[in-house]
């Protein structure tokens, strides 16, 4: 995997990866391998579905810096290997979607990323991290999602609330899919998104 320390979180917070820094990698050959390696994992480890996402930006012609915030999501992997999603039993069947978009949060197009996460009582059944391909500076996708259902609305079967978004704010569970989060909050939202590992085995255990 990787014999450096494991990093606490899959994404550095402090900046944004584009296009234009570091020198570009002398064969790619191995980013390329990696990511795509990667991106299956996301299939069971929607943590580090942000990470790999951004990496995933940069496949066609990655840089050192690229490269960098690739092997850092390795190093975290590295410290998380038994973790995955748990879906205990539970008599609540309510389906919850959380939804958010960062606001122009590419330094190179300027686009947004947007993310979802779908839960079916306490368990995670779905989710999305993805650059969007236009501008976008409005909700105007909600505003068109909420014409289209507006007879359930109207009726109570599905309701619209707002979740408030911000770096301290520990309700918006979708904000791992669309940024990077301070390791607390972070730590946090897998926590919630039930990404954890096996509990203890108590066979034999007196």
Request: charged share 15%; proline share 8%.
């Amino acid at each position: 995997m990787c014999s450096c320390k494991s990093a606490a979180t899959p994404v550095d917070t402090k900046s944004k990866l584009n296009a234009s820094t570091g020198k570009p990698l002398a064969d790619p050959t191995l980013y390329r391998h990696l990511t795509g390696a990667l991106q299956y994992l996301t299939l069971t480890r929607p943590d580090i579905s942000y990470a790999v996402q951004q990496v995933c930006l940069f496949m066609h012609v990655p840089h050192n810096p690229h490269f960098h915030s690739l092997k850092r999501i390795l190093r975290y992997l590295k410290g998380t290997l038994d973790y995955g999603i748990h879906l205990p039993s539970a008599p609540d069947i309510g389906l919850v979607s959380y939804t958010d978009a960062d606001r122009g949060g590419s330094p190179d197009t300027r686009c947004s990323t947007s993310g979802y996460c779908v839960f079916l009582g306490n368990n995670l059944i779905s989710w999305s991290s993805k650059p969007q391909a236009t501008l976008s500076r409005s909700k105007r996708w909600l505003i068109l999602l909420l014409r289209r259902h507006r007879f359930k609305v109207a009726l109570g079967h599905i309701r619209v609330l707002h979740v408030p978004s911000s770096s301290s704010s520990s309700s918006q569970f979708v904000d791992i899919f669309t940024k990077g989060l301070p390791q607390p909050l972070f730590t946090n939202f897998r926590s919630n998104l039930s990404i954890r590992p096996p509990h203890a085995p108590t066979v034999g255990v007196y």
